[in-house]
């Protein structure tokens, strides 16, 4: 991973607090796992069914009945718990989930998002995506500031599928520490070696920064 | 009192699975999938099959099985993107997929096993998959209305069960097992460990035995049940 991307994922890892539950989704932010010393206290939850993550195992001492929602061959700590796929969601929209992590390919100045769905290119189906954006209680996103080709993914309106309406609450890219609030993004924290004006560029909507010096990360 | 033995073998547990049944399958990738029930329905062939699954499996797995025998008609699934075969025969139009959100489909399946005709609920509201149900208004809300889901048959893999049909799942493996074991008509359930009536604990039963019509003993358990390797 590049040094820049590493930063971002410990910076997203020091927005979750003590005793939190957290679900992490596939790709980057199930890193950000790895920023978090081993005695903080967080319950992990994962939609497949377990409550208390323990740390993921290699080839030789996993477990075929213990994986996470990404397929990974995870493991439990003091105080786990198994359940089914009607509890493991219950927990998700009743309000008990207090923070996910996801990726995005489009994020809105109102706060839709869009991370499941390419029309004639990929659709996999949103597994379990969907509740968590619109039931976590704070939904923070994990993403590159541009596409592949360069194009901005934080836009004025999503051009693909929405996952979930008005649901995010804060962005981390590899360029900055983006607020949504008020149907507006307002920057918060900028990365090492770049300008206000090189965000300001990379991004595909109006931006409100703040006056004086920002936080670098 | 006594309880009814349920035990039977593998080939009549599945018999009763003909053309254009529904069937659910327990399972989120590989931990609950029942690949020995699975693969005696695809030796068996019934065609034009619904198949509602969280999941298509990975290639060479399972449901993969049963795509590749061409015995499926729809899926009703959450999510298949590790299946390129069945990505694939979505988009040439060979099978129809049906996406649910992952709870959604969980709860669906519950209702069908709760007698209930459907819920009402607010996932999925101004998304596509709002799109063509029905918006209901409850308690100053609004909602749209999910109908419940039963089956035919579901096929159920437990890692313990006793000849009753008292169920154990292990772990993770847990997942759909419990709510589709209560949502069908008739309920196989494959287990790695099959014991007498009061070798599992009251208080450890995760689906009780009434929701249960067959109980087959796995023997040895085939490569698919193991650890997958990747790189």
Redesign the interface.
């Known amino acids: 991973m590049s040094d820049v991307r590493d930063r971002m994922v410990a910076r997203a890892a020091r927005e979750i607090a003590r005793g939190m539950v957290v679900n992490l989704g596939i790709g980057l932010p199930t890193r950000v796992i790895d920023h978090l010393a081993a005695d903080f206290p967080v319950c992990l939850h994962?939609?497949?069914?377990?409550s208390g993550i323990g740390p993921t195992l290699p080839?030789e001492q996993?477990?075929?009945?213990?994986?996470?929602?990404g397929?990974a061959?995870v493991s439990?700590i003091p105080g786990s718990a198994?359940?089914?796929?009607?509890v493991?969601?219950?927990l998700?929209?009743s309000g008990r989930l207090d923070l996910t992590m996801l990726g995005a390919f489009e994020v809105a100045q109102n706060g839709d998002l869009a991370n499941w769905k390419i029309p004639g290119k990929f659709?996999?189906?949103?597994?379990?995506g969907?509740?968590l954006a619109?039931?976590a209680r704070r939904v923070v996103v994990l993403t590159t500031h541009v596409d592949r080709k360069g194009n901005p993914k934080l836009l004025e309106q999503c051009s693909l599928?929405?996952?979930?309406?008005a649901c995010v609450n804060r962005v981390f890219t590899d360029m900055a520490v983006v607020d949504v609030a008020e149907g507006r993004f307002h920057l918060r924290e900028i990365a090492e070696g770049l300008s206000v004006a090189d965000v300001v560029k990379a991004t595909g909507a109006g931006l409100i920064v703040p006056e004086g010096e920002l936080p670098r990360f | 009192m006594k309880l009814a033995d349920k035990s039977c073998a593998l080939e009549e547990a599945v018999s009763r699975i003909g053309v254009g049944a529904t069937v659910m399958l327990s399972g989120f990738g590989v931990p609950g999938t029942p690949f020995a029930l699975i693969r005696e329905l695809v030796r068996q062939g019934p065609k034009n099959l619904t198949i509602i699954k969280n999941d298509a499996n990975e290639k060479g797995m399972g449901v993969d099985h049963l795509l590749a025998a061409g015995m499926v008609k729809k899926l009703i699934v959450t999510h298949i993107g590790l299946n390129a075969r069945a990505m694939a025969m979505m988009n040439a139009g060979d099978i129809e997929v049906e996406f649910c959100a992952q709870g959604m489909l969980a709860e669906r399946v519950r209702a069908g096993g709760a007698g209930l005709m459907g819920f009402v609920t607010d996932i999925g509201l101004g998304t596509e998959l709002a799109e063509g149900k029905t918006r209901v208004e409850l308690g100053g809300r609004e909602g749209v209305l999910e109908s419940a889901l039963r089956a035919d048959v579901a096929l159920i893999h437990a890692a313990r069960a006793d000849t009753f049909g008292n169920l154990c799942y292990a772990a993770a493996a847990r997942n759909f097992s419990p709510l589709m074991a209560m949502a069908a008509d008739r309920v196989v359930a494959e287990a790695e460990v099959v014991v007498a009536p009061g070798g599992i604990v009251p208080e450890e039963v995760h689906t009780p035995g009434p929701f249960v019509d067959h109980v087959v003993p796995l023997g040895a358990l085939g490569e698919e049940y193991g650890v997958v390797r990747r790189a």
């Open positions: 994962t939609e497949n069914g377990l080839y996993a477990d075929r009945n213990l994986i996470d929602a397929g061959y439990t198994f359940f089914d796929s009607a493991s969601f219950a998700v929209r659709s996999p189906g949103a597994g379990g969907i509740e619109q039931k599928p929405l996952t979930a309406t």
